[in-house]
């Protein structure tokens, strides 16, 4: 969660600079977005036993997956859902996402490599030599204040999301620009004439 908001706190600065404003996110044509609250509260899903919350993290990945197919014409939406494949597709080959203990260790959450030995939740579990393709794993350690491993899908969803904010939020500068390119050799044409010191048509 303090990532996500991380993510769109600084998506926020980075729009402003760049000119754009907050009431230009309403005009983001983000469709079935009910789908992406489905998919996240499925991955918290903790009980009762083991294969309902396996099942329930399973099914968010093809409820989020759904969700960024729909929105693909969005600007940041295909990062999103190369990054959802490639975390489903990482849990799926290793029966949840393998976390590197360097990179808790590198991140301060020592007290974490302990509740993975022995209580690993069925999203996550500390990673050994019998799981495959480790490098799209919960690998990459992001530092305090943060504090967390995350995984290269991660920082894909994490910057389409960021991409959406910001592109929707520089939604009205955008209309704008491409407004004054189409009307410029039209609307400029009477004073081009003039300074090339012919007669502008009547």
Known sequence: MELLLATISAAVVI???????LADLSGLEIRWAG?????????????????????????????????AVV???????????????????????????????RALVATGRIATI????????PK???????DVAMFLGDVIAVPRPIAQAISVGDVLTYAGIGVVIVAGMRASVLRRGE??????PFDDEPAALERLGAEPPP
């Open 15 to 21: 729009g402003f600079l760049l000119n754009g404003r």
């Open 35 to 67: 789908l992406a609250i489905a998919g996240l509260c499925l991955q918290l899903v903790s009980g009762p036993g083991i294969a309902v919350p396996v099942a329930c993290l399973s099914l968010s990945f093809v409820v989020l997956s759904i969700f």
């Open 71 to 101: 929105n693909l014409r969005v600007v940041g939406f295909p990062l999103i859902l190369a990054g959802v494949a490639l975390n489903a597709f990482v849990i799926g080959l290793n029966q949840g996402m393998p976390v590197s203990e």
């Open 114 to 121: 302990d509740a993975l030995t022995h209580a690993p939740p």
């Open 124 to 130: 996550h579990h500390l990673a050994t030599r019998d």
């Open 179 to 184: 407004g004054a390119d189409d009307r410029a």
